[in-house]
């Protein structure tokens, strides 16, 4: 896969994951009425599906030499 265009790409559900947990770190940091409830729905919802999932247990590290592996099947 070749990415034409930067603001474009595709991200693994590990990364997901870890976005999801640092932006539910911000909701947490902020005042109870200042909070987005539909937000904090998604991140719960799509965070308790990706528990369920290799998502868990996926380090970078083994992404980025999964990611060099598979590049001469572009």
């Known amino acids: 896969m070749e990415v034409l265009d930067?603001?474009?790409t595709v991200i693994t559900n590990?990364?997901?994951l870890?976005?999801?947990q640092n932006?539910?770190?911000q909701q947490n940091e902020l005042p109870k009425d200042q909070?987005?409830?539909i937000l904090g729905t998604v991140i719960y919802e799509t965070s308790k599906y990706l528990q369920g999932t290799p998502a868990v247990?996926?380090?970078n590290?083994?992404?980025e030499k999964f990611i060099r592996?598979?590049?001469p099947f572009k």
């Open 6 to 8: 930067s603001r474009h």
């Open 14 to 16: 590990a990364e997901v």
């Open 18 to 20: 870890r976005l999801l």
């Open 23 to 25: 932006r539910r770190k």
């Open 35 to 37: 909070r987005s409830k």
């Open 57 to 59: 247990t996926q380090k």
């Open 61 to 63: 590290a083994d992404i």
């Open 69 to 71: 592996a598979a590049a």
